[in-house]
């Protein structure tokens, strides 16, 4: 039964990640005036404000020990939204409840997750600086914006979703 438990919070653990990062930390949430295009100073800005969370101490880089306390506290996090009743245990109901979320009911949605969790620490010395920590967000965001306006568009960001879909998160824009 323990095993089980365990288990079934690991997978709903990575289920929720995978939903809350994308409702967090994707491009729509940067849009802070929420007129569904997404500038490259609207971006600076909401990187910025990850960057700050996560460097606990502020001295400008995010260590192993600050990743290690940022990812437990999102953990808490996802299991106290997913204990509904909160008694600290997952019913089969809240557990359905979450599948039913991400897979749809009686069905399989989504498929492999890739690179969320690429190494960011680019120059390997054990800490990651805000230059690091932007380069990814910069460079996904010089792919999406396929006019290079430094704008990102809905209709821009959708495309690049579509594609992500169709053909995984390596492919090249057309």
Do not use: C, W
């Not at 230059?131 to 396929?146: L, M, N, P, S, Y």
């Amino acid at each position: 039964m323990k095993k089980t438990l365990i288990l079934t919070t690991a997978l709903i653990s990575f289920v929720a990640s995978s939903i809350a990062f994308a409702q967090s930390h994707g491009m729509k949430a940067a849009d802070t005036n929420n007129d569904g295009n997404l500038t490259r100073a609207e971006l600076s800005a909401h990187v910025g404000k990850r960057f700050a969370k996560l460097d606990k101490d502020g001295d400008g880089s995010i260590t192993k020990e600050e990743r290690k306390v940022a990812r437990a506290d999102r953990r808490a996090e996802r299991f106290a939204k997913l204990d509904t009743d909160g008694n600290g245990s997952l019913s089969p109901e809240e557990f359905q409840v979450q599948t039913d979320k991400y897979h749809g009911k009686g069905g399989k949605k989504g498929g492999k997750h890739h690179g969320r969790h690429a190494k960011l620490d680019a120059n390997k010395d054990g800490v990651i600086d805000k230059a690091e920590f932007e380069a990814r967000a910069f460079k996904r965001f010089d792919r999406i914006d396929t006019n290079n306006d430094d704008v990102v568009s809905a209709e821009e960001r959708q495309a690049a979703y579509a594609k992500h879909k169709k053909h995984g998160p390596k492919a090249k824009p057309e």
